[in-house]
């Protein structure tokens, strides 16, 4: 257990939808990552927050967005839904953002499986 | 832009075996940070083990350990005396010193047998 929870374990929707994905970092984290996993883009990097502020950006689509709140806890807002969002979305938190140090390697949590219909 | 290529989509190794898994990346930064990733049937991401480009030494952790040749850019994974729980996909991932982004391999499924 990597101290880094995310809910729901499962959504199913239907194309056209919204939906949310929440993660809590490990206790001391400032620092939450979003990755998407697919079967034909593999593991990529969407957005990155630090202690509440947007940090870096990845291949994020415009009808996806992040937030990170005061607790830290971070939620991924999908709309518009497609087919192709259908993946494996996971949440990663660091103690810090960069610099060196093993305070920077990321933890990853279980993992959202969105499946859109 | 950074690359990480793992050239292996698939193997396989008998309990108790060795086997060594190959990750190549490219990059022009001279600070940077590798590392590997196991993700088991459960589909949790799971820290393997950590180089930092500018050590030499290489990493261990238990049965796990990295050879890092930076000339060639090449950072492989070896598995001693494999285990059944050692079966899973294994990602090799790169980060720079500055930015915080993983850039991911695309993954070699380790199969390991009795």
């Known amino acids: 257990d990597s101290g880094v929870t995310q809910t729901p374990k499962h959504l199913i929707t239907a194309t056209g939808q919204r939906v949310t994905l929440r993660c809590s970092p490990r206790?001391?984290?400032?620092?939450v990552y979003w990755y998407q996993q697919s079967l034909d883009q593999g593991l990529q990097f969407l957005i990155q927050?630090?202690?509440?502020?947007?940090?870096a950006k990845g291949n994020i689509l415009e009808r996806f967005s992040a937030q990170q709140f005061p607790d830290l806890h971070s939620e991924l807002n999908l709309s518009s839904l497609e087919l192709g969002d259908s993946a494996l979305y996971f949440c990663?938190?660091?103690?810090?953002?960069?610099?060196?140090?093993?305070?920077?390697?990321?933890?990853f949590g279980p993992g959202t499986r969105l499946t859109v219909l | 832009a950074q690359t990480v290529t793992q050239s292996q989509p698939e193997m396989s190794v008998q309990e108790a075996e060795t086997v060594t898994l190959s990750c190549t990346y490219d990059?022009?930064?001279?600070?940077?940070?590798l590392f590997w990733y196991k993700q088991p049937p459960s589909r949790q991401m799971i820290l393997v083990i950590r180089?930092?480009?500018?050590?030499?030494q290489n990493a261990t952790e238990n049965r796990f350990s990295v050879n890092f040749q930076k000339a060639a850019k090449s950072f492989s994974l070896k598995i001693s005396d494999s285990q059944l729980g050692d079966t899973a996909m294994y990602f090799c991932?790169?980060?720079?010193?500055?930015?915080?982004?993983?850039?991911f391999g695309t993954g070699t499924r380790l199969q390991v047998t009795l």
């Open positions: 990663a938190s660091s103690e810090t953002t960069s610099g060196g140090g093993r305070t920077d390697t990321q933890y």
């Open positions: 206790s001391g984290d400032l620092s």
């Open positions: 927050y630090y202690n509440g502020e947007e940090r």
């Open positions: 990059t022009s930064e001279s600070n940077y940070y």
């Open positions: 180089q930092e480009a500018y050590k030499q």
């Open positions: 991932a790169f980060r720079t010193g500055t930015a915080s982004k993983l850039t």
